[in-house]
């Protein structure tokens, strides 16, 4: 019996039984169901102030639907291309590198749309990315298939800077991470949900038909999104066209930029050894991913059941962990978070260094891995923006973030090619791959190391400041 029965049994003096004229009342579906959504309403009102409410609603179902659409598709890509198409580790390495070959135009991407309107850069953006995985229903082949998935990733890559410039614009800055923590709730949820379905899905029908799918459910998150700020307008003035400069003057405008950009590594010594660090981590952590597919499909024989699985519980694991490296970071130091994040994705290569080891070891030995994936994952997203934050004061975030960006797209382009020519190295020498997870985990603990450098350096360059 439900306990509101119980309680109205033992209401009177002597225990007598509810009357039957008066039954219990028990809520039913829809009764908690619209329970649920005001109470829903009323966490956002607090939350969401008057003027923000339309960007969020708009954000957060974009995001939402998004987050069916990646879900289904990137978890399981390498995979694919590995168990399906047979796909060489060049191959292999092309896909991973592709999402950074669209990092290294992040600062022209970035002067590109100063002073024009950012939601259609971020529409049409997301919209041809999301047409090219359409075209997976005729990716039959390896080359095919990693072309796709690739020129997808490029694409994608434009809508970057204009969407942190329509967040900055539409959320008040004293309320933007409370209302950011929803949208970016959603989507992981969106994601476990869709990872599970295709997962399960794909052991009946192939991929062919899965993506498209997905990519139409991207498609109309396009579409919404571009519903977030209704004020903005494509249309230039004839003044606004009159003062457009030219050819030339655009090109030394652009350089002007990047090589000023570029000097923020002369001049910052903190940042410097920041950035160095970031690199030399970054690249050790790349250099094996197009391996670890190899080490997946080939050795341990994982299904897409069983990626689905473990990416979800990454998932879940990160949705905890955002809301501990918050307070972290707040209480403590961005660049502490990033030491200790680096120390723990260590155990990452270490943990497919011992399925070597391990007789008769089968896909569910990388559990571990995907937990720890999971915590870094959070910790990493909010360390490393907090203490680009720190570094670079409030006159040149856009400068800090955009070469941040840029050297992101440097180490993710050479990495995974490196990662890639080894592993055809090390199968022609006859030697096995988890090599490579040995110099990958050497290049992380340099970096664990160049970071503890740069917070020496810029506590020591805070001091001189104190001192005057």
Partial sequence: MPESGNRKQGAGNHGEPASPSRPLRVPDARQLTKQARVRAKQAVRKQVPGGARHAFRVDITAMFLAGLY?????????????????????????????????????????????????????????????????????????????LVVSLCQIIGSIATPAYAAIIKEVYPAEQRGQILAYSRAAILVAQIISTLVAGWLMGFVSYQWVFPCAAVIGIIAAFVFARINPSETDAETVEELEKRPGAMEKMRDTA????????????????????????????????????????????????????AVMFNLMQVVAIFFYFYWGRFVDRRSPQQAVVINVLLNCLVPIVYIATGFLPGANAWVLLPAYIVSGIVLAGIDLSYFNAILTFSGSDNVSRYQALQSFLLGIRGTIAPLIGSFMAVALRAQGQNLRWAFVVGLVFMLTGAWMQQMAMRRQAEHKLLLDQG
């Fill in 70 to 146: 990646t879900g289904a598709v990137f978890p399981f890509a390498a995979v694919i291309a590995r168990d399906d198409l047979n796909a060489s580790p060049l191959i292999l390495a092309v896909m991973t590198a592709a999402p950074f070959i669209g990092n290294l135009m992040a600062l022209f991407w970035a002067r590109a749309m100063e002073g024009k309107a950012k939601v259609p850069f971020v529409k049409w953006s997301h919209l041809g990315a999301r047409f090219m995985i359409l075209l997976a229903v005729f990716a039959s082949g390896a080359w095919q298939f990693a």
């Fill in 256 to 307: 002007s930029f990047i090589w000023s950009t570029l000097g923020i590594l002369r001049e910052d010594r903190a940042f410097r050894w920041f950035a160095l660090s970031v690199f030399t981590y970054g690249f050790g952590n790349l250099l094996t991913v197009p391996i670890i597919p190899l080490v997946q499909v080939d050795e341990l024989h994982i299904t897409k059941a069983q990626l």
